[in-house]
C-alpha cells in the first residue's frame, strides 16, 4: 500500500473513484466531468490530493483545500473529500489517507483541519473519531447556496 500525491498520469484512474464518491452523495455519475474539475484543481493547484495505491491500483483518494482562520491568524485545511472503493475497505486505507493528510497540516504549519459530513454517513461518523478529530457541538453549521 503506498499513499502519495495524487500525478497528472493518475487522473483517468482517480476521477473513476471521485465519481465513485460523487455517486455515494447521490449525485448523477459524470465521469468526464469529475476528470475535468480534478484537472482543473491539478493545473491551478487549489488543492491537495493524496491517493492510496494498492496492489498497483488506485483504490482511494483525499482532497484538502486550504483555508484561512482570521482569529488565529493561521492556515487550516478542509478535508473535503475521502473515499475508499467500498472493494478495499477495513484494511485501514481511509486511516493512511489521513494520516497523510495530518502529515500535510504539519508541514504547511497549518494549525489543524476538519471536514463535514452527513449525519447518515456512518461509517465517516465512526471513522473519524477514531481518526483522533472531535466532534463540535459548541458551533452551528450554516449553508447559503444560489
Known amino acids: 500500500m503506498n499513499i502519495r500525491k495524487l500525478e497528472v498520469t493518475d487522473l483517468d484512474s482517480v476521477s473513476i473513484l471521485f465519481d465513485q464518491y460523487r ?3 447521490r449525485k448523477e455519475s459524470d465521469i ?3 476528470k475535468s474539475f480534478l484537472s482543473a484543481r491539478l493545473s491551478q493547484k487549489d488543492s491537495e490530493v493524496f491517493v492510496c495505491e494498492y496492489e498497483g491500483t ?4 483525499v482532497q484538502l483545500y486550504p483555508l484561512f482562520s482570521s482569529t488565529r491568524m493561521k492556515k487550516l485545511w478542509l478535508l473535503n473529500d475521502l473515499f475508499v472503493n467500498s472493494a478495499y475497505r477495513g484494511k485501514g486505507i481511509s486511516i493512511k489517507l489521513i494520516d497523510r493528510a495530518k502529515e500535510l497540516v504539519r508541514d504547511t504549519g497549518a494549525f489543524g483541519m476538519f471536514l463535514e459530513t452527513e449525519k447518515s454517513n456512518d461509517i465517516g461518523n465512526s471513522l473519524y473519531p477514531r ?5 463540535n457541538s459548541s458551533s452551528n453549521f450554516y449553508e447559503w447556496t444560489k
Open 23 to 25: 455517486v455515494f452523495y
Open 32 to 34: 468526464e466531468g469529475a
Open 58 to 61: 488506485l483504490v482511494g483518494f
Open 131 to 135: 481518526a483522533g478529530f472531535e466532534l
